[in-house]
T-cell receptor, first 113, second 111 residues
Framework: KAGVTQTPRYLIKTRGQQVTLSCSPISGHRSVSWYQQTPGQGLQFLFE???????NKGNFPGRFSGRQFSNSRSEMNVSTLELGDSALYLCASSPGPLPNEQYFGPGTRLTVT | LAKTTQPISMDSYEGQEVNITCSHN???????ITWYQQFPSQGPRFIIQGYKTKVTNEVASLFIPADRKSSTLSLPRVSLSDTAVYYCLVGSFSGTYKYIFGTGTRLKVLA
């Protein structure tokens, strides 16, 4: 089976812009989670989707949003980018519905200038 | 929500057993513990998961005491390729679904 794929792998944006990141889970996996990884804050949970429903969200401002499509693919969007949004954004999938073993993608490296 | 803490770094020599402990004092009844390994420029990779007592798979063991306020990942006979950052994760699905990663332990295996 193909692993979790994330596109794009690298992205450079300017403050104030918005960005959309994409994640394709492992075939058959219905749960997708998103994480932000930075040197200072480590790995932080953003949100988790199962069967197109957001089941929960971490402590991030409303500028961070996401969605999941019927084929389980997921996107996350960050609006009005700030310098502090520069990070590695990781997507993980699991078979669901219980969030057990997660399979991570390689991440999207976002740089905000 | 459980807050998790780990040692920042550890050094070991090839062939030794390495034990990495994670503290999660506020772990809830339905929370489970998972350990991941991360290499530079890659996403974390699942190592092992448990709820209580001891779990063993082909690469590691996980020890969880009765009070579940900590857990220990044990890597037998490490090699240079085990040099990585190791994270514990407390997963909460008691009506909500949240994941609290530990601070990560940077393991360096020396020849």
């Amino acid at each position: 089976k193909a692993g979790v794929t994330q596109t794009p792998r690298y992205l450079i944006k300017t403050r104030g812009q918005q960005v959309t990141l994409s994640c394709s889970p492992i075939s058959g996996h219905r749960s997708v989670s998103w994480y932000q990884q930075t040197p200072g804050q480590g790995l932080q949970f953003l949100f988790e989707y199962f069967s197109e429903t957001q089941r929960n969200k971490g402590n991030f401002p409303g500028r961070f949003s996401g969605r999941q499509f019927s084929n389980s693919r997921s996107e996350m969007n960050v609006s009005t980018l700030e310098l502090g949004d520069s990070a590695l954004y990781l997507c993980a999938s699991s078979p669901g519905p219980l969030p057990n073993e997660q399979y991570f993608g390689p991440g999207t490296r976002l740089t905000v200038t | 929500l459980a807050k998790t803490t780990q040692p920042i770094s550890m050094d070991s020599y090839e062939g030794q057993e390495v034990n990495i402990t994670c503290s999660h004092n506020n772990i809830a009844t339905n929370d489970y513990i998972t350990w991941y390994q991360q290499f530079p420029s890659q996403g974390p990779r699942f190592i092992i998961q448990g709820y209580k007592t001891k779990v063993t798979n082909e690469v590691a063991s996980l020890f969880i005491p009765a009070d579940r306020k900590s857990s220990t990942l044990s890597l037998p006979r490490v090699s240079l390729s085990d040099t990585a950052v190791y994270y514990c994760l407390v997963g909460s699905f008691s009506g909500t679904y949240k994941y609290i990663f530990g601070t990560g332990t940077r393991l360096k295996v020396l020849a």
